[in-house]
């Protein structure tokens, strides 16, 4: 189905705002266009985190053979114009300034500070304003924020690798809460399996991999692309993770460890203190420094909505958890959970640790070479987008 003309430069606002998605976290990535008579003269994105706002970007693109076409034109926003100070100045002030008469926007921010005050602003200053277009669209985009500011709480994604008969690990790695699917590759060994190797139990088992490493490198972009990342203690204590972003380029998350009875030695990676890492114990009084903090919780029946609030306290808009099986099912289990990331592979282990089990439904799947991505979103009551 086409679009009107209206869509056409929204989808364009959501284009330009994927530049900046991560880097202007805890912001909201927001895309700006400004048109006239069919043509674009000026188009711009939020800039990362203390910086100009989608808005301010593109009306600073503006030539100065086009500047005079400012107030004739009609200003596209994929979100709502902010109508407070913050880092920056309100960006309603610089509309209204520019003497813009014509303002399309894709949803309202749902952010309490802003939330519909944008909006009434620019009317009440006379402009004219049409909300709603793409708005569908213009949330997804920004179904962190989102669910951040509706839910009081982060994105959460939950992500693991299984073999084809559904185990996250062989038996000789069987523990209560083992590992994510596939080891973490700080350890540098890379030891491809055949498709169907036969696993013998060992003393000291060798690294099994159950995904190939484009599969690998993709994790690590979403790594890149997500404020946290959170392991249960079983798994720091088999792998040695450093849950960093090694293989792509962007920001480390936040690391978020489940230490219940504070078990993690100091040398381990995640206490390295290159990457700021929180712990959530129930060990009282342990000393925070700058890039290693403890947060005391109870880990009772209510554990991953403890986890949720010390992420939100924290002004953490999404985090990926990436195990082991007992952490992964525990958030199933709650219903507390907004898309799944499963990688398929094709090893054969017959016997260990077995997948997390859910009802989800997949919304899509692609092949990675012998690996396949399943992505299921949990779109049960009250935990829509």
Not at 85 to 101: A, V
Not at 194 to 219: C, D, E, G, H, M
């Amino acid at each position: 189905m086409s679009q009107t003309p209206h869509e056409h430069y929204m989808q364009r606002c959501l284009e330009l705002a994927a530049n900046g998605l991560r880097k202007a976290m805890p912001n909201p990535s927001v895309g700006a266009v400004l048109v006239y008579e069919g043509r674009i003269i000026g188009e711009g994105h939020t800039s990362p985190f203390g910086g100009p706002h989608g808005e301010v970007n593109c009306l600073n693109s503006v030539s100065e053979s086009d500047k005079h076409l400012i107030p004739k034109a009609t200003l596209y926003v994929s979100l709502e114009p902010c109508s407070h100070y913050g880092k920056t100045p309100p960006c309603c002030d610089l509309i209204i300034k520019n003497e813009i008469q014509n303002i399309i926007i894709g949803c309202v921010d749902p952010n309490e500070k802003v939330a519909g005050n944008g909006i009434r602003k620019l009317q009440e200053a006379g402009k004219n304003v049409t909300v709603g277009v793409l708005a569908k669209e213009c949330r997804e985009f920004n179904r962190r924020f989102f669910t951040f500011h509706e839910k009081q709480r982060p994105y959460i994604i939950l992500k693991w690798a299984e073999s084809a008969d559904g185990f996250l690990s062989p038996s000789d790695r069987l523990l209560d809460d083992s590992t994510v699917g596939f080891l973490d590759d700080s350890k540098n060994q890379n030891i491809e399996q055949s498709k169907n190797p036969k696993i013998q139990k060992s003393n000291n088992p060798a690294p099994i991999w159950i995904t190939n490493k484009y599969s690998r490198q993709l994790v690590h972009k979403w790594r890149s692309e997500e404020m946290a990342i959170l392991v249960g203690t079983q798994t720091v204590l088999d792998d040695n993770p450093s849950l960093d972003v090694r293989s792509w380029s962007g920001p480390n998350p936040v690391r978020i460890v489940l230490d219940r009875t504070n078990r993690i030695p100091e040398w381990y990676s995640v206490k390295n203190h290159k990457i700021k890492s929180i712990f959530l114990t129930e060990t009282h009084n342990l000393p925070n420094l700058d890039t290693l903090l403890y947060e005391s919780i109870a880990f009772d029946d209510k554990l991953p909505k403890n986890i949720s609030n010390v992420l939100y306290k924290h002004n953490l808009q999404s985090v990926i958890i990436e195990g082991g099986r007992q952490t992964l099912q525990t958030f199933i289990d709650a219903n507390l959970w907004d898309e799944a990331r499963v990688f398929k592979g094709s090893v054969i282990f017959h016997d260990g640790t077995p997948a997390p089990q859910f009802a989800a439904q997949p919304i899509h799947s692609e092949r990675i070479l012998d690996d396949e991505l399943i992505i299921y979103r949990n779109y049960g009551e009250g935990n829509n987008i």
